[in-house]
T-cell receptor
Framework: AQSVAQPEDQVNVAEGNPLTVKCTYS??????LFWYVQYPNRGLQFLLK??????LVKGSYGFEAEFNKSQTSFHLKKPSALVSDSALYFC?????????????FGTGTRLTVIP | NAGVMQNPRHLVRRRGQEARLRCSPM?????VYWYRQLPEEGLKFMVY????????ESGMPKERFSAEFPKEGPSILRIQQVVRGDSAAYFC??????????????FGAGTRLSVL
């Protein structure tokens, strides 16, 4: 069975500091991993994905994420946080082995960047 | 290229009424997904459709909920005899037909259903 865990409901970081939003996953086969961001009263916006290849993937707005197979993690990172990064972040996984097209989402992490 | 369009953005229904949520996928996309987001929770998959076919409805409640994606027109998520527990944000996503390896799903802004 597929699952995604985002262990932190809330992350606070000062503007200009590096940020990390954590995500771990569980799938039967190889994972396709995604990060989405949700701004208030808006739909989810795609940030980045990991399919195969380089474990460090770069996405929109300066975000990047590192796939770690041994730790089954896919943490989202940014070297220098902006106030405008404050939003709700969701990690999602698709299990390649099952062939299912739907995404399994974590419960989300609310990021607050403090000016 | 317009994004995924959902309407209405907000829908208020009384218990027992029907709710109809519409989703127009991005141009060129023929794969549609519906997700439900309860307050303070992540999105939960409900149903996956292609034109005129339901591919996976494993996340749909067994009763009162149905979905369709006709040859012409938007995808419709229908909830009959709504109850307070149906209050949630319902998101639609679409992906392109040609993406056989991995589908990036593009999401609409959602419909927020409130059941009084």
């Amino acid at each position: 069975a597929q699952s995604v865990a985002q262990p932190e409901d809330q992350v606070n970081v000062a503007e200009g500091n590096p940020l990390t939003v954590k995500c771990t996953y569980s799938v039967s086969g190889n994972p396709y991993l995604f990060w989405y961001v949700q701004y208030p009263n808006r739909g989810l916006q795609f940030l980045l994905k990991y399919i195969t290849g380089d474990n460090l993937v770069k996405g929109s707005y300066g975000f990047e994420a590192e796939f770690n197979k041994s730790q089954t993690s896919f943490h989202l990172k940014k070297p220098s946080a902006l106030v405008s990064d404050s939003a709700l972040y969701f990690c999602a996984v698709r299990d390649v082995l099952t062939g299912a097209n739907n995404l399994f989402f974590g419960t989300g992490t609310r990021l607050t960047v403090i000016p | 290229n317009a994004g995924v369009m959902q309407n209405p953005r907000h829908l208020v229904r009384r218990r027992g009424q029907e709710a109809r949520l519409r989703c127009s996928p991005m141009k060129g996309h023929s794969h549609v997904y519906w997700y439900r987001q309860l307050p303070e929770e992540g999105l939960k998959f409900m149903v996956y459709l292609q034109k005129e076919n339901i591919i996976d409805e494993s996340g749909m409640p067994k009763e009162r909920f149905s979905a369709e994606f006709p040859k012409e027109g938007p995808s419709i998520l229908r909830i009959q005899q709504v109850v307070r527990g149906d209050s949630a944000a319902y998101f639609c996503a679409s992906s392109p037909t040609s993406d056989a390896v991995v589908n990036i799903q593009y999401f609409g802004a959602g419909t927020r259903l409130s059941v009084l």
